[in-house]
Nanobody, 121 residues
Framework: QVQLVESGGGSVQAGGSLRLSCAAS????????MGWYRQGLGKEREMVAT???????NYTSSVKGRFTISGDNARKTVYLQMNSLKPEDTAVYYC???????????????WGQGTQVTVSS
C-alpha cells in the first residue's frame, strides 16, 4: 500500500500565506516526481506545481512568483509554500506522486485525499 498524507490547509484572508505538506509512505521503491494539483468548485483539476527527484520544478502560470514547491527526497515529502494568496486560489489541493512500488514495476500515479484551502477577500 502507498499513502500520501497531506496537511496544512485552512482558511486565510487574501494576501496571507499557507504551507502545505505531503508525506508518502508505504511500499515505495522509487519516486520520480511529486507535486500539487488543485480543484476549485465546478472546475477541473489542474496542476499547480511539480518537483522531480532531480530537482526540476514546474508551476502553472497563475502561481509563479507566489508559490514555491520544495521537497525532501529522504523523507519522501513535498511542500508547497503559498504566499500572497488570492480568492481564486481557493480549492481542494491534492498531493500527487509518480512512483514505482517495485524495481520491476511501471511508474504509477498516486493521490492524497486532498486538503481544503480557502482564501477570503
Amino acid at each position: 500500500q502507498v499513502q500520501l498524507v497531506e496537511s496544512g490547509g485552512g482558511s486565510v484572508q487574501a494576501g496571507g500565506s499557507l504551507r502545505l505538506s505531503c508525506a508518502a509512505s508505504g511500499s515505495i521503491f522509487s519516486i520520480n516526481a511529486m507535486g500539487w494539483y488543485r480543484q476549485g468548485l465546478g472546475k477541473e483539476r489542474e496542476m499547480v506545481a511539480t518537483l522531480t527527484s532531480g530537482g526540476s520544478t514546474n508551476y502553472t502560470s497563475s502561481v509563479k512568483g507566489r508559490f514555491t514547491i520544495s521537497g525532501d527526497n529522504a523523507r519522501k515529502t513535498v511542500y508547497l509554500q503559498m504566499n500572497s494568496l488570492k480568492p481564486e486560489d481557493t480549492a481542494v489541493y491534492y498531493c500527487n506522486a509518480e512512483l514505482k512500488r517495485r524495481a520491476w514495476s511501471t511508474w504509477g500515479d498516486y493521490w492524497g485525499q486532498g486538503t481544503q484551502v480557502t482564501v477570503s477577500s
